[in-house]
């Protein structure tokens, strides 16, 4: 089992899939965030999909478990509110990926494992411990009169430190990278360079055994991926900026006065970009 959980994410390895692509681990954080007690012993199969621009830049970890299939993410840009929709699309793949489709004509009632959605929150942007994304919410004209015939409900963990405590305080493993990732953004206030506050990070982490193993034999793997991990991020941001200026010079020329800052304010609250200037655009 070991080798099919590493063989599936050889494609696309970050930080927090190797880390917690180890069967141990993942059933550690499993049983850290549902509250189970499931022991090392306990199968596993990885579904995680193979194509990383299905879902962008995000690090996920899709895997079967008594029964139960997680979808599993660790999200450090702001919460998108299209999740819902975006997990639809995901599991969908997922079941057709695991389920045979010679099965699914014949008459006798087939089981697939019941899905769970969860996405870990490690950005910068505040956020409260928990949250839950419905997709009912997406629906047009959905109301008491108009029930909705589908729901997914994914819910979002803030495991930034101090927050959850209780998730971190049953995995030694996620409170251990809360801790390391919460060590490089505070060196990145004093390193000119994101590659030499990683660097400070993990020496720190090493000299009193946090993740001490894991980051002895990763460390350039780790530093190389979270440089290319976060600057991904951040080159997401500036192409979003870049689109509110856009919209911005749209607005000037009609003579609206939009600030960057009420922009910016209406994209954390879950706008897009796309969306502000159709809007700005028609006004």
Known sequence: MDEEINANRKYKDSVFTKLFGEKDKLIE???AIFETNYDSDTDIEITTLTNILFMGPINDLSFIID?????????????????????LLYIARVYEKICDHNNLYREKLITIPRPEFIVLYNGKDEMQD????????????????NPVELELEVKIYNINRGKNIQIAQRSATLE?????????????KECDTLENAVSKAITYCISRNILGDFLQVHSSEVINMLVKEWKLEEALKIRELEGI?????????????????????????????????????EK
């Open 130 to 145: 928990k949250q839950t994304l419905r997709l009912s919410d997406m629906f047009a004209r959905y109301d008491q009169k």
């Open 67 to 87: 029964g139960k299939i997680v979808v599993l993410i660790e999200h450090q840009s702001t919460i998108n509110e299209n999740m819902p929709l975006r997990m």
């Open 29 to 31: 954080l499993y049983n």
């Open 245 to 281: 200026e856009r919209g911005i010079e749209i607005g000037e020329e009609r003579g609206k006065e939009k600030t960057l800052k009420e922009l910016e304010e209406l994209i954390k609250q879950g706008v897009e970009v796309a969306e502000l200037l159709k809007k700005l655009q």
């Open 176 to 188: 251990s990278y809360e801790l390391f990732i919460y060590m490089v953004r505070e060196y990145q």
